[in-house]
C-alpha cells in the first residue's frame, strides 16, 4: 500500500535555529500533502496544505514566514521550522493521499522537534 | 459549522467487544476516516466508509449513517495492543479532513 516516509523522526535544536522535515510519497504521486501539529494529548492541528508547484495554503494563526513550506516535486515536501523557539517544540506529522476519493490519508511517523 | 462528537475515553477488558461512536456536522461530506493512534505515534489507516452501512475488515468494523451524521468503530476480540486513542475524521470535499480529539480506549486485562 500507500507509504509516506518522514525524516527525521527526532530532533533536538537550539533556540534561534532552523530545522527542515521532509515528506516523501514513496509509491504514489501526492500532488497534495499536509503538514500537522499535535500538542500533547490534543487531537491534530492542520498546519497547512502543501501543493505541488504552487504556495502552501496556510491554516489561521500559522505563521508563514516562520513555517516554510516547499512542495518541489510530486514525491516531496518539506517544512522549514524558522528560527525556533521552545514553544515550537512539537510533533510534527505529514500526510498525503492518493488520487482516488477511497484514498485513504497516509502519515508519516512524524518528527518530535524539542527545541532547547 | 464542523462538529465532531467522539466520547473522550473508553475502557474495555482483553477479549471483549467495544463500540466507539462519532457523531458529526460537516459541510460537503464526502465519507469518514477511522484512525488509530497509538501514544507518540502518528495515526494509522483503519477503514474509510462513503456508503450507508458496515464495513468489515478482520476485527474491525466501521459503520455509516449519512442521513443521521453517525459513524462507529467495532473492535472485537480486544487485544492488550488495541489500547489507543480512535479518531473518527469526516471528509470534506476531496481532501479536507476534519480531526476530533478522539477516544482514548483503555484495555484492562
Known amino acids: 500500500g500507500a507509504v509516506v516516509s518522514q525524516h527525521p523522526s527526532r530532533v533536538i535544536c537550539k533556540s534561534g535555529t532552523s530545522v527542515k522535515i521532509e515528506c516523501r510519497s514513496l509509491d504514489f504521486q501526492a500532488t497534495t500533502m499536509f503538514w500537522y501539529r499535535q500538542f500533547p494529548k490534543q487531537s491534530l492541528m492542520l498546519m497547512a496544505t502543501?501543493?505541488?508547484?504552487?504556495?502552501?495554503?496556510?491554516e489561521q494563526g500559522v505563521e508563514k514566514d516562520k513555517f516554510l513550506i516547499n512542495h518541489a516535486s510530486l514525491t516531496l515536501s518539506t517544512l522549514t521550522v524558522t528560527s525556533a523557539h521552545p514553544e515550537d517544540s512539537s510533533f510534527y506529522i505529514c500526510?498525503?493521499?492518493?488520487?482516488?476519493?477511497?484514498?485513504?490519508?497516509?502519515f508519516g511517523n512524524g518528527t518530535r522537534l524539542t527545541v532547547t | 459549522g464542523q462538529n465532531i462528537d467522539q466520547p473522550t475515553e473508553m475502557t474495555a477488558t482483553e477479549g471483549a467487544i467495544v463500540q466507539i461512536n462519532c457523531t458529526y456536522q460537516t459541510s460537503g461530506f464526502n465519507g469518514l476516516f477511522w484512525y488509530q493512534q497509538h501514544a507518540g505515534e502518528a495515526p494509522t489507516f483503519l477503514s474509510y466508509?462513503?456508503l450507508d452501512g458496515l464495513e468489515e475488515k478482520g476485527r474491525f468494523s466501521s459503520f455509516l449513517s449519512r442521513s443521521k451524521g453517525y459513524s462507529y468503530l467495532l473492535l472485537k476480540e480486544l487485544q492488550m495492543k488495541d489500547s489507543a486513542s480512535y479518531l473518527c475524521?469526516?471528509?470534506?470535499?476531496?481532501?479536507?479532513?476534519?480531526w476530533g480529539a478522539g477516544t482514548k480506549l483503555i484495555i484492562k486485562p
Open positions: 500526510s498525503a493521499r492518493g488520487d482516488r476519493e477511497s484514498s485513504p490519508l497516509h
Open positions: 502543501s501543493n505541488e508547484g504552487s504556495k502552501a495554503t496556510y
Open positions: 475524521a469526516p471528509l470534506e470535499g476531496n481532501y479536507q479532513l476534519i
Open positions: 466508509n462513503v
